[in-house]
């Protein structure tokens, strides 16, 4: 290192400590690990959402498509755009019903009322399935004339609404010395309902109790 004239040796020997204890910056192996280990992440790219419903207008891809009018009337293939323009010109859409055909099948509707009707058919069939349930009817062994009429009248409209029903007997205390009633009853109400059930479970008894399930025909 060179000095200016000026400085003396004391100067030249205070800068050079001041150097000598000086260090340069020099990158660790752990530095350079780190380096090299960093990656760009790339952001999320989440999935594109599903259509639901056919394909229309703008939405369909194919370049030619089999066409059938408003008024039902098959104009063969024909380009897409054609179609599209011959859709506008009614103010109607045009709609893929075969998208696997080839050309696909498009006509040309009013989406609008086809995905009403569409709601509306899916509705009615909500409405038009029926769960079935089942019913409990509980009698004694020693149930009386009455009693069993108007049981047998409430598992009997169980019957024409379509549920099961399981009937239960239960002993209490010496009945249960006498099970031969509790099966005697319940052959007597598979008798009784013979005509609109038929027996799913054969009677058995669990514990102090004797039960049977019956379907409707």
Do not use: W
């Not at 058919?121 to 769960?131: D, S, V, W």
């Not at 399981?166 to 007597?188: C, I, P, S, Y």
Request: glycine share 6%; charged share 35%; net charge positive.
């Amino acid at each position: 290192m060179t000095f200016p004239q000026q400085f003396t040796h004391e100067d030249q020997a205070a800068v050079g400590r001041h150097f000598a204890g000086t260090k340069r910056y020099q990158p660790t192996s752990h530095s350079k690990q780190l380096e090299e280990s960093t990656t760009i992440r790339r952001p999320f790219k989440t999935d594109a959402p599903v259509k639901d419903g056919p394909r229309s207008n703008k939405e369909i891809r194919s370049l030619r498509v089999q066409l059938i009018d408003a008024e039902g009337v098959n104009h063969g293939s024909i380009p897409t755009e054609q179609a599209l323009r011959m859709a506008e010109e009614l103010g109607l859409d045009l709609v893929e019903i075969s998208p696997n055909a080839e050309p696909p099948v498009c006509k040309i509707l009013d989406l609008g009322k086809l995905k009403y009707s569409t709601q509306k058919k899916a509705a009615e069939a909500r409405k038009k399935q029926k769960i079935i349930e089942i019913k409990e009817i509980k009698m004694r062994p020693n149930i009386d004339t009455h009693d069993y009429d108007v049981k047998m009248r409430a598992m009997n409209r169980f019957f024409e609404e379509g549920d099961k029903v399981k009937v239960t007997l239960k002993f209490r205390g010496r009945e249960m010395a006498h099970q031969e009633l509790g099966m005697k009853l319940l052959l007597q109400v598979k008798e009784d309902t013979t005509a609109i059930a038929k027996v799913e479970a054969e009677p058995k008894l669990e514990g102090r109790q004797m039960m049977m399930v019956l379907a409707p025909r």
